[in-house]
């Protein structure tokens, strides 16, 4: 199915030793499940799969996919009914009797009972005539399966009749799902057919490929032309602009209105490499493929997704399964991330960003989606299949259920560096066969429980599975319904060799609380619901849901609407909006029952409200540009480069006329800018001076000072780079000296030459010169060892003295504030795998490292930026620094830290990186075994095959090397943006809230206006190696800080997805420049934004 990725999980055992010996049952969770016997249900429908020679997950990778479930009330008695499909044997169709039991009317009801390859199956209303139909995807014209997709069509006596022939639908080909919807609002359901592909020569290739058209592998998109008075679909998916190649492996299926337009539109998870599709409806019966304008990146392999509502802020959210283990073992001998050179190559073919993990993509409501798997720790589930979002507990959030498990694992490491030395070619009949069978029977089978996720609100998740009542399970296909009306969510699973899971929702919980279910009926022939989307507004609370079964992996789920409530006894309206642009409200809904809701045509239509993307703002005249450098080829353990760290950004006015300008820095091979304002606020580049002659150097940071006492301000700015041996001239800093109207010649001095991370002034024993601080990034080609950096005295000649070499750590930013109170002007450090660093100033050039004595010292964090303020209006300096945030693959705490080991482990001359983390539960080498072997080639000989390696849970198992005789280590013990409020000189610690913890955070700025101190925020960072992935989910904000240190959420700023911000600036009273490293900067206005 899967080609090198990521995959698996925990076995879960219970023994006992003796007879007499008591086990105790795990305590249930706030949300359980329990598993009806087949002879309690008269469900016993069981997906069997037996290998065959001549079909076997070796011809077919997708032979272990499963099969797929429907549930719907086909005979309109109240009681949704359930079909489900099959791969080797017959579908099943069971009718609802009611009290959970069901009766298998297959036959009865007139359904084929040829055991073809079904796949995905979805009920809906095909021709509005009030009745659910069937719609069942098979694969066919492949191999030895012929078949072709089939449509039933219901009597209305619970008999069907198959009629894709007569309708247009009977595809035959590579099929996976369909989704009906109605795509130009004309009251008929039009539908999406969502096909894969198979690994051919056509299947690979760059994104050029995609207009080739694939007869059996390509989408389709049919048009209904029941408004024609004609029960035919026609065949629109060229016209419609639907991609129809053999690049797409579609396994994932919604239809859904994701930018809120009033149009549906259409999102398909592909496999493999190529990217998700995002159609955004255009309203003229054409859709515009748009998932880079949306999504930052998607999953690498998505298999199943669902769109709903996480976070109550009435906007679609989406998430997406992948298949990351969260067993480290299973982690550790899987295959997992492309390494960074194919990650290079597959943008090089036009493919976007992809992660081997699930993603959870936040809904900004402004056209941006934010993926903050990592930060609710929902990333990793295993092989999974199914997601099902819905509130599962009735407490008025929607939780997340999760299918997990495959027969055959074709992604372990060991398996495949077995395939990898067989060569087929010299095989055929008999032999071949054999030697396929022998392959399969290498593959882990291994069966895990599915997983339940509990939202508690404010992005936090809780991973349930046996104290949910999950079992181990081959589980794929999955949907959900209140099967025995009694107001909470029951779920059906389609399991391999093993019996359909009917799971009754048995949540203590759910007796408590209240809740209230929709069924929305069109009122005419022509009219069909699904579409509609439904607001219910009840005691200042409103929850949002629309109507659209297809959720999940291959299945459609309930057209009943859910809403838990919680303790809320009263619903105050329902707002309803159809699909043709009517909105109806409806009041006097009955609590905990069920209401009818019968559309009403003589509602006055609305015109829908779109979200256009609300980047209120101006692009800016400088574009940073880096050269194309790659760390990881010299330095393969390094996590992230350090040779992309601008740009440098200065505000100041360097002609006297009483505007600030601004000095921009270039990358290495870019001269730095000069933008005079003028005063009508807009900036001219002046091209005089010296910085034209010095494009060679990376600036990575730099200050205006008055350097030469003449009462203008001067420049120093720092170099750095990663690319350069240390004390390269390349790596020199410049001082550039004023003549009073902004021309800068450089000063010919001999100054520090080191990868810089941050240059901060102060004068620091009050002789009326500015002195300086030269904090150092890296030692180049040895990431994690600690540089030098310099305290400098000004002498007052132009010259600085150094005071102070000083090994701090990586250094990224550095502040000059008072912050015990005593008069003197302290020093305030951040880096990666360091502290918040306080130096405190003793006089006469002396300075003591306060760190631990002010409650900083367990604050080891990957700190990018601090700023120093009395931000609850205290009289003492506060400290405000941004981390890499929560949003990250490493997790870190006191209890459980994050180390870096560093020495040279194979006596090669170079120092070698070695990350080891918290992998849920277990301390795991962040690096691959196949990393680690080309960084140490001795590892290889001492870890033979990849079961081995997965057992490694510390450096001396790795190295050899005992942890005393490691030449230095570093840790993680905060990932957190922060703000601590200083008492007395000891600070205590709040997190930023959880909107700042999306990503890392670069630079922010604190500002006080009309008596309200606010944090402006921006980030993002895109130079991580590829198995940490880009840090793209930060778009800035604005924080406000209240009475008691209380930090609120106030809003986002008006940028562009995914921007890679290092600076901001305020301009002017109302206006903000954001520059960014590698793209383009903009002026912004933060608060004139939703």
């Given at each position: 199915m899967k080609k090198i990725t990521l995959v698996s999980l925990l076995v879960f055992a219970l023994f006992t030793n003796c007879k007499n010996e008591k086990v105790e049952a795990e305590p249930k969770a706030a949300i359980y499940f329990e598993n009806l016997p087949a002879d309690s249900t008269g469900i016993d429908f069981s997906n069997e799969l037996t290998h065959k020679d001549n079909l076997n997950i070796i011809e077919y990778l997708y032979y272990y996919n499963g099969g797929g479930v429907a549930v719907g009330d086909i005979n309109n008695d109240g009681l949704d009914d359930i079909y489900f499909s099959a791969n080797q044997s017959t579908d099943k169709l069971y009718l609802n009797l009611g009290n959970l039991k069901f009766q298998d009317i297959t036959a009865?009801?007139?359904?084929?009972?040829?055991?073809?390859?079904?796949?995905?199956?979805?009920?809906?209303?095909?021709?509005?005539?009030?009745?659910?139909?069937?719609?069942?995807?098979?694969?066919?014209?492949?191999?030895?399966?012929?078949?072709?997709?089939?449509?039933?069509?219901?009597?209305?006596?619970?008999?069907?009749?198959?009629?894709?022939?007569?309708?247009?639908?009977?595809f035959s080909g590579l099929s996976?799902?369909?989704?009906?919807?109605?795509?130009?609002?004309?009251?008929?359901?039009?539908?999406?057919?969502?096909?894969?592909?198979?690994?051919?020569?056509?299947?690979?290739?760059?994104?050029?490929?995609?207009?080739?058209?694939?007869?059996i592998a390509g989408d389709k998109l049919f048009e209904n032309q029941l408004h024609e008075g004609v029960a035919t679909f026609i065949d629109v998916t060229e016209s419609a602009q639907i991609y129809s190649s053999a690049l797409g492996y579609g396994l994932a299926l919604a239809t859904t209105d994701i930018n809120k337009d009033g149009l549906i539109d259409i999102y398909v998870g592909n496999d493999f490499h190529e990217n998700d599709y995002l159609y955004i409806n255009q309203g003229d019966k054409t859709f515009e493929e748009s998932s880079a304008s949306y999504l930052q990146h998607t999953a690498r392999f998505t298999m199943g997704i669902d769109v709903a509502d996480l976070n109550n802020d009435s906007y679609l959210d989406l998430f997406s399964l992948d298949m990351m283990p969260f067993d480290h073992e299973i982690f550790l001998k899987s295959g997992g991330e492309d390494s960074d050179n194919i990650y290079r190559i597959k943008k090089n073919f036009g493919f976007q960003t992809q992660y081997a993990r699930n993603t959870l993509q936040l809904n900004r409501g402004n056209g941006i989606f934010s993926d903050i798997a990592l930060m609710t720790e929902t990333h990793a589930t295993d092989w999974s299949w199914s997601s099902l979002i819905e509130d599962y507990d009735n407490d008025g959030r929607n939780d997340i259920y999760v299918t997990n498990g495959i027969y055959k694992r074709p992604n372990d490491l060991n398996y495949i560096n077995y395939l990898s030395n067989v060569d087929f070619a010299k095989y055929d009949g008999a032999k071949r066969n054999e030697i396929e069978k022998k392959l399969v029977d290498m593959m882990p089978t291994i069966n895990i429980p599915n997983v339940v996720f509990r939202n508690k609100g404010n992005f936090e998740f809780e991973r349930l599975t046996?104290?949910?009542?999950?079992?181990?399970?081959?589980?794929?296909?999955?949907?959900?319904?209140?099967?025995?009306?009694?107001?909470?969510?029951?779920?059906?699973?389609?399991?391999?060799?093993?019996?359909?899971?009917?799971?009754?929702?048995k949540s203590e919980a759910d007796t408590t609380r209240n809740h209230i279910s929709i069924t929305l009926k069109g009122n005419d022939s022509l009219f069909n619901p699904t579409g509609s989307k439904l607001t219910l507004y009840a005691d200042n609370h409103k929850f949002y849901k629309e109507l659209s079964v297809n959720r999940g992996f291959q299945s459609a789920s309930t057209r009943k609407l859910h809403y838990g409530l919680g303790t809320i006894s009263k619903v105050d309206s329902l707002v309803v909006q159809w699909l043709d642009g009517r909105t109806q409200i409806i009041k006097d809904l009955s609590i905990n029952k069920e209401n009818n809701i019968q559309r009403n045509s003589n509602t006055v239509k609305t015109v829908a409200r779109t979200t256009p993307l609300e980047t209120a703002l101006e692009e800016f005249a400088f574009r940073h540009l880096e050269n194309n450098y790659v760390d990881y080829d010299r330095e393969v353990l390094m996590p992230e480069k350090l040779s992309a760290e601008g740009p440098a950004a200065v505000q100041a006015d360097f002609n006297g006329d009483g505007l600030d300008d601004l000095y921009l820095g270039g990358a290495k091979y870019q001269s730095p800018s000069l933008y005079l304002k003028n005063p009508d606020g807009s900036y001219t580049v002046s091209k005089e001076g010296d910085f034209g002659n010095d494009n060679i150097y990376e600036d990575v940071d730099a200050i205006a000072l008055d350097i030469d006492n003449d009462s203008d301000l001067d420049l120093y700015v720092m170099t750095g780079g990663n690319e350069n041996a240390e004390s390269s001239d390349y790596l020199e800093d410049r001082i550039y000296i004023n003549d009073g109207n902004a021309l800068f010649r450089r000063l010919p001095l001999d100054l520090i030459k080191t990868n810089g991370g941050s240059v901060s002034s102060a004068d620091f024993d009050k002789d009326g010169h500015l002195d300086l601080f030269i904090g150092s990034r890296s030692i180049p080609g040895n990431y994690g060892l600690s540089p030098y950096s310099f305290i400098l005295k000004n002498n007052g000649k132009g010259q600085f003295i150094i005071v102070k070499k000083i090994r701090m750590g990586m250094v990224t930013d550095s502040e000059w504030s008072d912050i015990n109170g005593d008069g003197e002007l302290d020093l305030v450090v951040v880096g990666d795998w360091m502290p918040i660093t306080v130096y405190l100033n003793q006089g006469d050039s002396e300075f003591k490292n306060a760190t631990k004595e002010m409650g900083l010292d367990e604050t080891y964090g990957m700190w990018n930026v601090v700023a120093v303020a009395d931000i609850d209006k205290n009289g003492k300096n506060d400290i405000v620094a941004g981390n890499a945030g929560l949003n990250f693959k490493l997790k870190a705490s006191p209890e459980n830290p994050v180390h870096l080991y560093i020495d040279d482990f194979d006596d090669n001359g170079s120092a070698d990186p070695i990350i080891f983390y918290d992998f849920f539960g277990h301390q795991v080498p962040f690096a691959s075994k196949d990393k680690l072997v080309t960084q140490i080639p001795s590892i290889k000989k001492d870890f033979l095959d990849y079961e081995t390696f997965s057992k490694i849970d510390n450096i001396t198992d790795l190295t050899g090397k005992k942890i005393d005789e490691i030449l230095e280590i570093k840790k993680l013990t905060e990932l957190r943006s922060m703000a601590y409020f200083n008492k007395n000189a000891v600070f205590t610690a709040v997190p930023l809230p959880k909107e700042a913890q999306m990503s890392s955070v670069e630079d922010l700025l604190i500002t006080t206006e009309d008596e309200k101190t606010r944090i402006t925020f921006v980030g993002n960072y895109m130079d991580y190696t590829n198995e940490l992935g880009n840090s793209d989910a930060n778009s800035g904000g604005v924080l406000k800080i209240s009475e008691n240190q209380k930090i609120s959420f106030e809003k986002y700023l008006p940028l562009p997805a995914g921007l890679n911000s290092r600076k901001i600036l305020k301009v002017n009273d109302t206006t903000y420049l954001v520059i960014s490293n590698n793209d383009n900067s903009y002026l912004i206005d933060p608060m004139n934004n939703r």
């Amino acid at each position: 199915m899967k080609k090198i990725t990521l995959v698996s999980l925990l076995v879960f055992a219970l023994f006992t030793n003796c007879k007499n010996e008591k086990v105790e049952a795990e305590p249930k969770a706030a949300i359980y499940f329990e598993n009806l016997p087949a002879d309690s249900t008269g469900i016993d429908f069981s997906n069997e799969l037996t290998h065959k020679d001549n079909l076997n997950i070796i011809e077919y990778l997708y032979y272990y996919n499963g099969g797929g479930v429907a549930v719907g009330d086909i005979n309109n008695d109240g009681l949704d009914d359930i079909y489900f499909s099959a791969n080797q044997s017959t579908d099943k169709l069971y009718l609802n009797l009611g009290n959970l039991k069901f009766q298998d009317i297959t036959a009865q009801a007139g359904l084929e009972t040829d055991a073809t390859w079904s796949t995905g199956v979805t009920m809906e209303d095909v021709n509005n005539d009030g009745l659910l139909d069937i719609y069942v995807s098979k694969v066919g014209s492949y191999k030895d399966l012929k078949a072709h997709n089939l449509l039933y069509i219901n009597k209305g006596d619970a008999t069907f009749k198959e009629s894709s022939s007569e309708y247009g639908l009977d595809f035959s080909g590579l099929s996976t799902q369909a989704s009906f919807f109605d795509y130009d609002n004309d009251g008929d359901m039009d539908v999406y057919l969502m096909n894969h592909s198979v690994h051919n020569s056509d299947s690979y290739g760059d994104i050029g490929k995609r207009v080739l058209v694939d007869s059996i592998a390509g989408d389709k998109l049919f048009e209904n032309q029941l408004h024609e008075g004609v029960a035919t679909f026609i065949d629109v998916t060229e016209s419609a602009q639907i991609y129809s190649s053999a690049l797409g492996y579609g396994l994932a299926l919604a239809t859904t209105d994701i930018n809120k337009d009033g149009l549906i539109d259409i999102y398909v998870g592909n496999d493999f490499h190529e990217n998700d599709y995002l159609y955004i409806n255009q309203g003229d019966k054409t859709f515009e493929e748009s998932s880079a304008s949306y999504l930052q990146h998607t999953a690498r392999f998505t298999m199943g997704i669902d769109v709903a509502d996480l976070n109550n802020d009435s906007y679609l959210d989406l998430f997406s399964l992948d298949m990351m283990p969260f067993d480290h073992e299973i982690f550790l001998k899987s295959g997992g991330e492309d390494s960074d050179n194919i990650y290079r190559i597959k943008k090089n073919f036009g493919f976007q960003t992809q992660y081997a993990r699930n993603t959870l993509q936040l809904n900004r409501g402004n056209g941006i989606f934010s993926d903050i798997a990592l930060m609710t720790e929902t990333h990793a589930t295993d092989w999974s299949w199914s997601s099902l979002i819905e509130d599962y507990d009735n407490d008025g959030r929607n939780d997340i259920y999760v299918t997990n498990g495959i027969y055959k694992r074709p992604n372990d490491l060991n398996y495949i560096n077995y395939l990898s030395n067989v060569d087929f070619a010299k095989y055929d009949g008999a032999k071949r066969n054999e030697i396929e069978k022998k392959l399969v029977d290498m593959m882990p089978t291994i069966n895990i429980p599915n997983v339940v996720f509990r939202n508690k609100g404010n992005f936090e998740f809780e991973r349930l599975t046996s104290s949910a009542g999950q079992s181990p399970s081959y589980s794929n296909g999955a949907a959900y319904s209140d099967l025995d009306n009694d107001g909470d969510i029951d779920i059906v699973v389609n399991n391999i060799n093993q019996k359909a899971s009917v799971l009754e929702n048995k949540s203590e919980a759910d007796t408590t609380r209240n809740h209230i279910s929709i069924t929305l009926k069109g009122n005419d022939s022509l009219f069909n619901p699904t579409g509609s989307k439904l607001t219910l507004y009840a005691d200042n609370h409103k929850f949002y849901k629309e109507l659209s079964v297809n959720r999940g992996f291959q299945s459609a789920s309930t057209r009943k609407l859910h809403y838990g409530l919680g303790t809320i006894s009263k619903v105050d309206s329902l707002v309803v909006q159809w699909l043709d642009g009517r909105t109806q409200i409806i009041k006097d809904l009955s609590i905990n029952k069920e209401n009818n809701i019968q559309r009403n045509s003589n509602t006055v239509k609305t015109v829908a409200r779109t979200t256009p993307l609300e980047t209120a703002l101006e692009e800016f005249a400088f574009r940073h540009l880096e050269n194309n450098y790659v760390d990881y080829d010299r330095e393969v353990l390094m996590p992230e480069k350090l040779s992309a760290e601008g740009p440098a950004a200065v505000q100041a006015d360097f002609n006297g006329d009483g505007l600030d300008d601004l000095y921009l820095g270039g990358a290495k091979y870019q001269s730095p800018s000069l933008y005079l304002k003028n005063p009508d606020g807009s900036y001219t580049v002046s091209k005089e001076g010296d910085f034209g002659n010095d494009n060679i150097y990376e600036d990575v940071d730099a200050i205006a000072l008055d350097i030469d006492n003449d009462s203008d301000l001067d420049l120093y700015v720092m170099t750095g780079g990663n690319e350069n041996a240390e004390s390269s001239d390349y790596l020199e800093d410049r001082i550039y000296i004023n003549d009073g109207n902004a021309l800068f010649r450089r000063l010919p001095l001999d100054l520090i030459k080191t990868n810089g991370g941050s240059v901060s002034s102060a004068d620091f024993d009050k002789d009326g010169h500015l002195d300086l601080f030269i904090g150092s990034r890296s030692i180049p080609g040895n990431y994690g060892l600690s540089p030098y950096s310099f305290i400098l005295k000004n002498n007052g000649k132009g010259q600085f003295i150094i005071v102070k070499k000083i090994r701090m750590g990586m250094v990224t930013d550095s502040e000059w504030s008072d912050i015990n109170g005593d008069g003197e002007l302290d020093l305030v450090v951040v880096g990666d795998w360091m502290p918040i660093t306080v130096y405190l100033n003793q006089g006469d050039s002396e300075f003591k490292n306060a760190t631990k004595e002010m409650g900083l010292d367990e604050t080891y964090g990957m700190w990018n930026v601090v700023a120093v303020a009395d931000i609850d209006k205290n009289g003492k300096n506060d400290i405000v620094a941004g981390n890499a945030g929560l949003n990250f693959k490493l997790k870190a705490s006191p209890e459980n830290p994050v180390h870096l080991y560093i020495d040279d482990f194979d006596d090669n001359g170079s120092a070698d990186p070695i990350i080891f983390y918290d992998f849920f539960g277990h301390q795991v080498p962040f690096a691959s075994k196949d990393k680690l072997v080309t960084q140490i080639p001795s590892i290889k000989k001492d870890f033979l095959d990849y079961e081995t390696f997965s057992k490694i849970d510390n450096i001396t198992d790795l190295t050899g090397k005992k942890i005393d005789e490691i030449l230095e280590i570093k840790k993680l013990t905060e990932l957190r943006s922060m703000a601590y409020f200083n008492k007395n000189a000891v600070f205590t610690a709040v997190p930023l809230p959880k909107e700042a913890q999306m990503s890392s955070v670069e630079d922010l700025l604190i500002t006080t206006e009309d008596e309200k101190t606010r944090i402006t925020f921006v980030g993002n960072y895109m130079d991580y190696t590829n198995e940490l992935g880009n840090s793209d989910a930060n778009s800035g904000g604005v924080l406000k800080i209240s009475e008691n240190q209380k930090i609120s959420f106030e809003k986002y700023l008006p940028l562009p997805a995914g921007l890679n911000s290092r600076k901001i600036l305020k301009v002017n009273d109302t206006t903000y420049l954001v520059i960014s490293n590698n793209d383009n900067s903009y002026l912004i206005d933060p608060m004139n934004n939703r």
